[in-house]
Each structure stands twice: as structure tokens, then as C-alpha cells.
């Protein structure tokens, strides 16, 4: 992706369902478990390079011994920062006390990290100060066992005003308005209910302090706590938690909006945000590994039973596509493939642009991700190439020579690694004309290559802001002097901002925005700019009837095709001397290439929660007034 854009965030956990004396036999170290999370962690870390955290429990320890540890950091490269502190000290422990080498169970008693339950987060912090505190996992701490609760989570919540307000209402004082405090302690205050209540009934059936303390592990039922917990949140969601004694859950929003997969065998269970990093690291088939379906937790109970269960009614299943565009691996069997269909399917367009003259065309990407939709859109370049000389062939009939035959052979689709991207470049210079100058030179490209005649067609995932390509990418490729530069766009047009995680939230930095503002000026229709914000407002309001997103009166006047004209005039505003043409991807072709993910509201405005509504109409009016603050 050109555009800088951020994603909150990534999960694993680990659930070892053996005693750890048998990963020391069978695997030669009772840190299996850990040594599996930092490969969990580095397989998504994709999904977050801000801060990482790491927490383990150590189950059926007696009393006075350390159960819960944790680490986080915000460092420059936070895994790797993390599991140093964690190989430093288990190494320290070990030199003090070689006598634990072999003996796991000295092991489990005096050394942190080790346990049966661990949970691993990675993050990209989509607003806020990148501080160490905002690291998950988050832990809520009680000297009974069964209150301590550790959280992580890939979400965000687009009602978390709300539900600040219910806690003050049930006689707390949070220290945060954090979602993920808010949450973290609505969980809390029903996990200490639970265990009021089951202690009580522990007493009433005659059991003792300490006979309480399995009783309530036993029969503390996690979906119940969930079901109370979560029943107003409104957001996408995959939120992980383990309690002190062992129980864990993930429990998935119910419109499938955040990602979350699972696998179970008789020795653990893991949960991930990405399935090729359970396949990969624990080595198991595709076809294995499951979905946590919309509105179901996976609960792991302290005695090992696994079960998937229904917590909120299910929405219309609206799984972000952005996972399948950009964010998620591409290594994913369906997500190499749902890309490579991408780059076919906007092929046509292309081939329009280009008047089918795919001699004079040069084919390239944006460096990384968009280089799997390149090959897709490659496979459709030859077919149209090779009905090309079909035609050809068939058109010359009895007269085909050998020497008109190998002719016509002979061509061939041009593919080149145009785009360079050079390492970050540090902009000292606080200028706005000097710091645009040494912005240009992020890419580099390759010279000797496009001819003055060439189109020069480059493929990107998705466009944004468009900022990159009207101050880097475009000046760079002008240099090679295309007759015309077609900037293509595996995803729709982003017209909408998110609030379910990713960092979309200003409505005024997407280009896709700015071009509709621009086309009402030009024809002289600005007014409705206004009327807009009067509806929006009032929406902000309304608490009667069902939210509507009145900002797509802002897009409806326009084609696809006109915005996607004036969105390449704002990127080539600054002395671009070939040709540039923007095209982009419809969401008909987007929900074909990715069927399973259908959730589409940065490209529509059809939100699948009705906090969602409520951003956009929030969004806007902040534009409208100036307001800098994020929506949600």
C-alpha cells in the first residue's frame, strides 16, 4: 500500500492441554508453549509493529507463588524486545539455579513466563500516544484467583461514551474512557459477580474456604458472564481474555467484523487473528483450522474442555475486505487467490485505457502488497494478449507465413519491477516545499525501461489518502516519460471512514472525499455541503428511529467514473506531464473476488452496526466544523 495506513491489531493464544512434563519429553523444553507464541506473534506481525504484550498463567499453584506474568513493550521492534527480557530472565534462573535444568517441575514453581496458558498480542495504535500503557494485554488484578482477568483484543467500539456511562451507573470509577478499559471492567464487574454468587453457594452447600476455591472453577460459566457483558457493544471485535484459575475465551462480534480462527487437537489449542499462523506454526492442514463464527466465543474451561458457543445473536455477516485487500498474509490459500481474482477482474478497465495496445504497455506494482493482485491482473493481460494473436493468426489464414507466425509470436506482456521502495527516510526539515522534496525520494524507480510511446500501468492495493502518490510515487514515475501513467486500484474507492479498527477515521484525508467536494464546486452544487451537515447533526440527536448515513448524499450525484477522474486530477495537480488516468476496482468485483468477506462500508456506507451510522453522520459534522477529534 502507497498510503500509510495502520490496523489495530493481532491475536494468539495458546492452551496447553497436557501437564508440561510432556512437551519436556516429547518436544525437549517445558517452554514449548512460549517458544510457540513468539512464532505465533512474529507470523502477524504484520498486524502491528507499535507495541507487543505477552501473559501467562501457571495453573495449580499453591498459594503464595506467582501465577500471572506479563511483559509488554513499545520498543522499535516489540516482539523481539519482549521475548529478549523473557529469554534473559528464564536464562538468569537458570545460571542461579542449575539444578532446575530437567526438573519441570522447579521449573513451573520458580521461573516466570512458563505456564499452560499464554496469550500474545501485537499493535498498531489507530489513534492516541503509543505509550507502553496502552499495550495490551491489559490486566484487572484481585487476590482472589478467579477475579484476576487478562485482556487483549483486536477491536474497537464505536459506543464506548455508552458504555463509560453504564459503568458510572453501576457505582464504579474507571480510570480511563479507553475501550478497552470500559470493556475490560464491564467483563470484570460481571466475573466478580459470578464468583460472589458461587461462593455463596459454595458456603450454603456446606464446603469451606478452601474447598470454595475448585467449586467455583468448576461451575463458573464463562458464556453466561459474556452473554451480560457484551450485549450493548457495538463494534468489530475479536476480544480474548484468560481469568487467573485457567478458563479463556475469544469471543467475535456478531457481524464477523474482525477476524478470528482456531484449532484444537488433544495437546493444545490455539486461536489466532490469521490462519496461516496456526497452519505454519503448529504445521496443520488448512481444511483443520476453524472460524470462530459471528457472534460465538471460543471457551477453553481450566479442565480442558473446548466448546464454541453461541453469545450474541448473529448480525448479517459483514467481514472486513480490507482484511482480504491488504491487511491479513498473503499466504493465506484463499487470500493469495481472492487477490490474484482482484487483479483480473479490474483488468478490463484497464485494457480500455490502454486502448488494448498491450505492446505499448509497460505493467507494474506498488511495492509489497499489491504485487499478488499484479499477478492475477498479469494472468489476465496474457489472455488477452493470446486472443490477441489468436485473431491475428486466424486473420492471416492461408497466407500464414513461419516468418509472420514467429511475428506475431514474438510479443510478449512487458512486466517490470518499476517501483523501488527505498528504506524510511528521516525528514528533518520542518518546510512544507523542502519536506515534500525529500518525501518524493520514499520510492525510487528503474530507469531505461518505458519508452516515450509506453503506457505505464502500476497496480496498488488500494488508495486512500492518495498523499504517497501525489508526492512521491507520480513525480517518480513522470521521470521515466510514459505517454501515460494508469494507476490502478485493486479496492473500490474509500468514501467513508472507519471506526471498527482501522485508521480511517477523518472523513476530509480521503482523497475519494475531497474529489466529491470538488465536483460540487465545479458545478456550483456546494450548497448541499451544507444541507449534509444539517441532517447529520440532527441525526447526532435522533434517538427514536434507526440511524441513516446521510453523507451518501454527498457521492450520489456523481459515476464512479467521474470522481475517479477528478481524484486523478488531485494527485497529478503538481506539474505531472504525462497523462494520468485513476481506476479503481468495483465493490460488485470486490464482493465476486471475495466472497466470504462482504463487509464493505469504507467503500459504501452501509455500516453493519448502527454505532457505525452514527460515526459517519459524527465524522462529517466534525469536518464541517473543523474539528481535528476523531468520531468514535
Known amino acids: 500500500m502507497s498510503d500509510a495506513l495502520k490496523h489495530e491489531c493481532g491475536i494468539a493464544m495458546i492452551r496447553l492441554l497436557k501437564p508440561l512434563e510432556y512437551y519436556h519429553e516429547k518436544y525437549g523444553t517445558a517452554f514449548y508453549g512460549v517458544n510457540k507464541m513468539y512464532l505465533m506473534m512474529e507470523k502477524q506481525h504484520n498486524r502491528g509493529q507499535d507495541g507487543a504484550g505477552f501473559a501467562s498463567i501457571k495453573m495449580d499453584v499453591s498459594p503464595g507463588e506467582r501465577y500471572i506474568s506479563r511483559v509488554r513493550s513499545n520498543a522499535a521492534q516489540p516482539i523481539q524486545d519482549i521475548f529478549s527480557q523473557i529469554n534473559d530472565r528464564i536464562n538468569s534462573e537458570f545460571k542461579s539455579h542449575p539444578e532446575y535444568s530437567g526438573d519441570v517441575a522447579a521449573q513451573k514453581k520458580n521461573i516466570p513466563y512458563i505456564g499452560e496458558l499464554l496469550l500474545g498480542h501485537v499493535r498498531y495504535g489507530t489513534f492516541g500516544i503509543n505509550s507502553v500503557e496502552n499495550v495490551h494485554p491489559f490486566l484487572r488484578q484481585n487476590n482472589w484467583m478467579h477475579r484476576n482477568l487478562i485482556i487483549a483484543g483486536n477491536f474497537n467500539m464505536t459506543n464506548t461514551t455508552h458504555l463509560f456511562n453504564n459503568l458510572i451507573k453501576l457505582g464504579m470509577h474507571p480510570k480511563e474512557k479507553a475501550d478497552t478499559i470500559t470493556v475490560m471492567e464491564k467483563i470484570g464487574h460481571f466475573l466478580d459477580d459470578a464468583v460472589r454468587k458461587l461462593y455463596k453457594k459454595a458456603k450454603a452447600?456446606?464446603?469451606?474456604?478452601?474447598?470454595?476455591?475448585?467449586?467455583?472453577?468448576?461451575?463458573?460459566?464463562?458464556?453466561?458472564?459474556?452473554?451480560?457483558?457484551?450485549?450493548?457493544?457495538?463494534?468489530?471485535?475479536?476480544?480474548?481474555?484468560?481469568?487467573?484459575?485457567?478458563?479463556?475465551?475469544?469471543?467475535?462480534?456478531?457481524?464477523?467484523?474482525?477476524?478470528?480462527?482456531?484449532?484444537?487437537?488433544?495437546?493444545?489449542?490455539?486461536?489466532?487473528?490469521?490462519?496461516?499462523?496456526?497452519?505454519?506454526?503448529?504445521?496443520?492442514?488448512?481444511?483443520?483450522?476453524?472460524?470462530?463464527?459471528?457472534?460465538?466465543?471460543?471457551?477453553?474451561?481450566?479442565?480442558g474442555a473446548v466448546a464454541q458457543e453461541e453469545i450474541l445473536s448473529p448480525l448479517e455477516r459483514k467481514s472486513c475486505s480490507f482484511e482480504r485487500i491488504y491487511f491479513s498474509r498473503g499466504s493465506d490459500a484463499e487470500i493469495y487467490q481472492e487477490r490474484k481474482e482482484l487483479g483480473r477482474l479490474v483488468m478490463p478497465k484497464v485494457l480500455d485505457a490502454i486502448d488494448r495496445d498491450a505492446e505499448n504497455t509497460v505493467f507494474s506494482f506498488i511495492p509489497n502488497t499489491a504485487e499478488t493482485s499484479f499477478y492475477g491482473m498479469l494472468d489476465a493481460a496474457q489472455n488477452e494478449l493470446n486472443k490477441q494473436k489468436n485473431d491475428a493468426i486466424l486473420k492471416e489464414g492461408a497466407n500464414l507465413t513461419n516468418e509472420r507466425l514467429d511475428e506475431i509470436q514474438k510479443h510478449k506482456i512487458r512486466t517490470e519491477k518499476i517501483a523501488i521502495k527505498d528504506v524510511k527516510l528521516r525528514t528533518f526539515i520542518t518546510e512544507d516545499s523542502s519536506r515534500d522534496d525529500l518525501v518524493a525520494h520514499v520510492y525510487d524507480v528503474t530507469y531505461g525501461i518505458v519508452r516515450p510511446k509506453d503506457n505505464l500501468v502500476?497496480?496498488?492495493?488500494?488508495?486512500?489518502?492518495?498523499?504517497?502518490?501525489?508526492?512521491?510515487?507520480?513525480?517518480?514515475?513522470?521521470?521515466?516519460?510514459?505517454?501515460?501513467?494508469?494507476?490502478?486500484?485493486?479496492?473500490?474507492?474509500?468514501?467513508?471512514?472507519?471506526?471498527?479498527?482501522?485508521?480511517?477515521?477523518?472523513?476530509?484525508?480521503?482523497?475519494?472525499?475531497?474529489?466529491?467536494?470538488?465536483?460540487?464546486?465545479?458545478?456550483?452544487?456546494?450548497?448541499?455541503?451544507?444541507?449534509?451537515?444539517?441532517?447529520?447533526?440532527?441525526?447526532?440527536?435522533?434517538?427514536?428511529?434507526?440511524?441513516?448515513?446521510?453523507?451518501?448524499?454527498?457521492?450520489?450525484?456523481?459515476?464512479?467514473?467521474?470522481?475517479?477522474?477528478?481524484?486523478?486530477?488531485?494527485?497529478?495537480?503538481?506539474?505531472?506531464?504525462?497523462?494520468?488516468?485513476?481506476?479503481?476496482?468495483?465493490?460488485?468485483?470486490?464482493?465476486?473476488?471475495?466472497?466470504?468477506?462482504?463487509?464493505?462500508?469504507?467503500?459504501?456506507?452501509?455500516?453493519?452496526?448502527?454505532?457505525?451510522?452514527?460515526?459517519?453522520n459524527r465524522a462529517y459534522v466534525h469536518f464541517f466544523e473543523g474539528n481535528p477529534e476523531r468520531a468514535y
Open 458 to 616: 502500476i497496480i496498488d492495493d488500494s488508495i486512500v489518502r492518495g498523499t504517497t502518490l501525489k508526492k512521491s510515487i507520480l513525480k517518480m514515475l513522470d521521470r521515466l516519460h510514459p505517454k501515460q501513467i494508469v494507476v490502478v486500484s485493486s479496492a473500490p474507492q474509500i468514501r467513508y471512514p472507519d471506526c471498527y479498527g482501522i485508521d480511517m477515521a477523518r472523513l476530509e484525508d480521503l482523497v475519494a472525499f475531497q474529489a466529491a467536494l470538488q465536483l460540487h464546486k465545479d458545478r456550483g452544487t456546494y450548497d448541499i455541503v451544507e444541507k449534509i451537515y444539517h441532517k447529520a447533526k440532527a441525526e447526532m440527536t435522533n434517538k427514536t428511529e434507526p440511524p441513516v448515513n446521510h453523507v451518501k448524499e454527498l457521492y450520489d450525484p456523481f459515476t464512479d467514473e467521474e470522481l475517479s477522474d477528478k481524484i486523478a486530477e488531485i494527485i497529478s495537480d503538481n506539474g505531472i506531464n504525462a497523462k494520468v488516468k485513476v481506476i479503481f476496482q468495483s465493490v460488485d468485483d470486490l464482493h465476486k473476488a471475495c466472497p466470504k468477506n462482504l463487509g464493505d462500508w469504507y467503500f459504501t456506507g452501509d455500516y453493519p452496526t448502527e454505532g457505525g451510522k452514527k460515526v459517519v
Open 205 to 303: 452447600d456446606g464446603l469451606n474456604k478452601m474447598e470454595a476455591s475448585p467449586f467455583i472453577a468448576e461451575n463458573l460459566n464463562i458464556a453466561k458472564i459474556l452473554k451480560k457483558s457484551a450485549r450493548d457493544w457495538d463494534g468489530g471485535y475479536a476480544m480474548a481474555g484468560m481469568i487467573g484459575h485457567g478458563d479463556s475465551f475469544v469471543l467475535r462480534d456478531p457481524a464477523g467484523i474482525r477476524p478470528a480462527y482456531f484449532y484444537n487437537d488433544d495437546e493444545v489449542v490455539v486461536i489466532a487473528s490469521e490462519r496461516p499462523a496456526i497452519q505454519t506454526v503448529f504445521n496443520v492442514p488448512f481444511e483443520e483450522i476453524r472460524e470462530i463464527e459471528p457472534g460465538h466465543a471460543v471457551i477453553i474451561k481450566k479442565s
